[in-house]
């Protein structure tokens, strides 16, 4: 038994047998049907041939056979995904066999008649295509009953396919899957008894069909072959596996194979993420390599979630050198194995500084000269900054100008802001801090275009909101709150939030850097807002779990500076549009550099002073429409107001 699966195992691990191994099998098998075709011929009509001519003719059918298969390339298709179009290429083949050899007999030996040339090309071609076709069906059959043997050691799975077009790109995985036993195909429908591939499609109407279906074959998990299908699903079949607590399976993209991230021997499974509705966003991947190939390219915050994504596609894209900039030891650390691992080609210099340290900046600046600047280090937790506000200013507006202004000095072309949405109309001092950071680095860019300071740096700023799977973010949260048993822990049963996953986030973030021509303040389409009590319910469904039941969900009320829902825009704010329909560039109001060089100053002079109170009235002051929803700052709005 064991020596069974060992070389079952051997034998699925194996793509496909060696085409030339096929060949040489199909020129044998060839022989021999010539030779049956002269059995027949001497049966039938009692004709006797000497040994040298049955030689000679043998010698010619290896002759013509082999012309015919390597004009064919009969023996190039992967034997278990024949289709008929494979068998047309071997009629063809035996068919051209025939058209060669009989010609040829006929000039090179004497004495054998048209009727039986013709005759014999007759037999030969049946029989040559015969024993080819049988030949890959026992193949098949073969491959198909080791796959019988040993599925118990594999967990059976069914694919599910919306379409006809879903089922060929379904059944080209299958080679790629040794690891699950593929049952069949799954639709959802009226009964259709239909195969494809070899394979059974099975149809289910409802709960109690794919219930039946489950016990019966014993499925362990359905596969999702596309992200679109889990989005359309998500209320039909997600719901019939979640009910069943059957597993479901989504086939990884092209990037996260070729990334390194999955393999299709450990498919990952549907996430919350998976779930949320959103189209997947497409940007031109080829003009931005084209703009940044042979650039010097520095990432600040290179180690946090957007950095090290943002590190990731950039190592694609040919870069001369990419500089990874962060304060954070074991998480840089960490990064630099991952890409050397990756990207072995790519040569980047992993650096540890802070960007409130000016020397620090300006020696890296000096040393490697960089082009281009992405800039996400920055403090983003909310409720931190609440109770820090002297931090949040000395991080995301000290460091953001120290930055800025040494990207100015050393001929840096381009400086990409990573902002977000709580700087709209901001009710929290993170928001704020933000907003002072893109006021700054606006009125800098404004300056310099109209010629009152010198340089070339274009300044652009991208705003958007949640990323899904973020350092501290509510999913991760959940996930960890999962795992303990619960419960899942809401802040307020309305609060809703724009989401976007870490890849596609990066991804405008690279196109907006390359479209953005100076002063401008992208900001992305975020698609639905979802509600985070929703969230945290399908997140408990999805473990095969009941909310309220097994798992309960706690409402702890809002945080400071937490509001219900987050905005894109201000309200006197308006977009235009860009040559990417999920980018916005938004239309704001204009600072004066010297009056806001002067007032950050002093802002930052406070801070230092680490003065909490006086920190966050001076951010008012600076930014108006910042209204906190803290009540140790609330008091401020009142003065203020006064």
């Not at 607590?245 to 919350?272: A, F, Q």
């Not at 994504?309 to 304060?327: A, M, N, V, W």
Request: with cysteine; net charge positive; hydrophobic share 45%.
């Amino acid at each position: 038994m064991k020596t069974n699966l060992l070389f079952s195992s051997v034998f699925l691990r194996s793509k496909y047998i060696n085409r030339w191994v096929i060949f040489i099998s199909d020129l044998l098998l060839s022989c021999i049907a010539t030779f049956a075709s002269l059995f027949l011929i001497i049966y039938f009509l009692g004709r006797v041939f000497s040994g040298y001519l049955i030689i000679q003719i043998l010698l010619f059918s290896l002759l013509c056979s082999c012309l015919s298969f390597l004009w064919c390339r009969t023996y190039k298709g992967v034997i278990r995904h024949s289709t008929i179009t494979e068998a047309g290429r071997m009629a063809v083949a035996s068919f051209f066999k025939v058209v060669v050899i009989v010609p040829l007999l006929a000039t090179t030996t004497l004495g054998l008649p048209f009727k039986i040339l013709l005759l014999g090309g007759t037999f030969d071609f049946f029989l040559t295509f015969s024993a080819l076709i049988l030949f890959r069906v026992f193949l098949i059959l073969s491959y198909h009953l080791i796959i019988t043997n040993i599925s118990t050691t594999r967990d059976k799975i069914l694919i599910f396919v919306g379409d006809n077009n879903s089922i060929s790109l379904a059944g080209a995985l299958f080679s790629k899957l040794g690891s699950y036993a593929v049952e069949g195909y799954i639709r959802i429908g009226k009964g259709c008894s239909m195969r494809a591939g070899g394979y059974t499609v099975y149809c289910v109407r409802d709960q109690l069909e794919f219930n039946r279906l489950i016990n019966v074959k014993g499925i362990k998990s359905v596969l999702f072959i596309d992200r679109r299908d889990v989005e359309r699903e998500q209320e039909r079949l997600v719901r019939y596996c979640e009910k069943k607590k059957v597993g479901m399976l989504l086939l990884p993209s092209v990037d996260e194979i070729k990334n390194g991230k999955v393999t299709y021997r450990h498919l990952p499974e549907v996430r919350i993420e998976d779930l949320l509705g959103r189209n997947e966003i497409q940007v031109n991947m080829d003009s931005i390599g084209a703009h940044l190939k042979d650039r010097v390219v520095m990432v600040t915050g290179a180690a946090g979630s957007i950095g090290s994504e943002l590190c990731r596609q950039l190592c694609t894209f040919g870069l001369k050198q990419l500089i990874l900039f962060d304060s954070a030891e074991t998480p840089i650390h960490n990064i630099r194995l991952e890409l050397e691992d990756k990207f072995p080609d790519v040569k980047f210099m992993p650096v540890i500084g802070d960007i409130r340290m000016v020397q620090r900046v300006e020696h890296v600046m000096k040393t490697y000269m960089p082009q281009v600047i992405f800039h996400a280090a920055a403090y983003k937790h909310v409720p931190l900054m609440e109770e820090n506000p002297c931090e949040a200013v000395r991080a995301n507006v000290m460091g953001t100008r120290i930055l800025a202004d040494l990207a100015v000095k050393y001929g840096v072309e381009r400086f990409i802001m990573i902002s977000t949405d709580k700087a709209v109309n901001p009710t929290n001092v993170m928001g704020a801090s933000k907003r002072l950071a893109e006021i700054y680095v606006q009125s800098l860019s404004i300056a310099i275009g109209k010629g009152e300071l010198p340089g070339k740096t274009r300044f652009i700023t991208t705003r958007f909101g949640n990323v899904l799977g973020s350092n501290g973010s509510v999913i991760p949260r959940f996930r960890e709150q999962l795992a303990k048993g619960g419960p899942l822990t809401v802040t307020h049963p309305d609060i809703i939030r724009y989401f976007m996953t870490i890849p596609e986030a990066c991804r405008l973030v690279l196109e907006a850097a390359v479209i953005g021509q100076g002063n401008e303040i992208f900001v992305f389409d975020m698609g639905t807002p979802v509600k985070i009590a929703d969230m945290a319910k399908r997140m408990i469904e999805l473990a095969g779990l009941v909310p309220g039941r097994d798992i309960a969900i706690e409402y702890t009320g809002l945080r400071p500076g937490e509001k219900l829902y987050e905005e894109l825009l201000a309200t006197k704010e308006n977009t235009l549009a860009t040559s990417n329909e999920k980018i916005f560039r938004a239309h704001v109001r204009e600072y004066d550099y010297r009056e806001v060089a002067d007032a950050i100053e002093h802002l930052i002079e406070v801070s230092s002073r680490v003065d909490k109170m006086e920190t966050v009235r001076e951010m008012k002051v600076i930014v108006p429409e910042f209204k906190s929803k803290n009540s140790e700052y609330e008091t401020l709005d009142r003065k203020q107001a006064k």
